[in-house]
């Protein structure tokens, strides 16, 4: 069974910095993409952050040279860095395997003074 366990969240005041961690199981992780999303009060899950097999990445522009997405494929872990937080990256955080389903139970990250 998959399972995805985040980790890592609180709170942050804005221009600090937090690191996500998502440590997964039930799966040959170094073989599939991982993502990130996150979703505020009241508005749908987006996309943040996408790392492929090869170690590719994407990301949304607004976190576009703040966040840093990697993995540890001997710790079937992806990172997520997140630099220079604004208020308005608060929000649940969750990861996810590309292709997959199954999601985790979040992690809160809040940014507020």
């Known amino acids: 069974q998959v399972q995805l366990v985040e980790s890592g969240g609180g709170l942050v005041q804005p221009g600090g910095s937090l690191r996500l961690s998502c440590a997964a199981s039930?799966?040959?992780?170094?073989?599939?993409?991982m993502r990130w999303y996150r979703q505020a009060p009241g508005k749908q899950r987006d996309w943040v952050a996408h790392?492929?097999?090869?170690?590719?990445?994407s990301y949304r522009d607004s976190v576009k040279g703040r966040f840093t997405i990697s993995r540890d494929n001997a710790k079937n872990t992806v990172y997520l860095q997140m630099n220079s937080l604004k208020p308005e990256d608060t929000a649940i955080y969750y990861c996810?395997?590309?292709?997959?389903?199954?999601w985790g139970q979040g992690t809160q990250v809040t940014v507020s003074s």
């Open positions: 039930g799966i040959i992780f170094s073989g599939y993409a």
């Open positions: 996810k395997v590309l292709g997959l389903s199954y």
């Open positions: 790392i492929s097999s090869d170690h590719t990445t």
